[in-house]
């Protein structure tokens, strides 16, 4: 686990997530099991996760935030991610890194995340 991704000129690259990928669903369903402690909806839903990079070896790169740079969980969600993702069938390796670049919104949340706040 690294803590921020690889930067150009100060922006991090965050590549398009691997979505044509096999694995792909599986590890979106991993993600959305690891919920924001503070919030009741899961990271996935909420917009944390930037990019699922998933390799031709099913080497699994996941680009994430969070909620805001001083969140309490800020050391452990990345290992509650590696978690979540390592046990999906066919998965060789997850690495985890944190970005603030683009800073998390609320305009990130998908509609179902807005709805089951209320914001919708």
């Not at 369903?29 to 944390?48: K, Q, T």
Request: glycine share 6%; proline share 9%.
């Amino acid at each position: 686990m690294t803590n921020t991704p690889e930067t150009m000129e100060g922006t991090p690259l965050i590549a398009p997530s691997s979505v044509t990928h096999a694995l792909y669903e599986a590890v979106v369903a991993a993600c959305r099991s690891v919920y924001d402690p503070e919030i009741p909806v899961n990271i996935y839903d909420l917009g944390l996760i930037y990019t699922i990079d998933i390799s031709d070896d099913n080497d699994v790169r996941i680009i994430m935030t969070l909620t805001a740079p001083g969140c309490p969980v800020a050391g452990e969600m990345p290992g509650w991610i590696i978690d979540a993702v390592s046990p999906v069938d066919g998965i060789k390796s997850v690495d985890v890194q944190l970005t603030w670049e683009p800073p998390w919104g609320m305009e990130m949340m998908s509609d179902e995340a807005r709805l089951e706040l209320g914001f919708m």
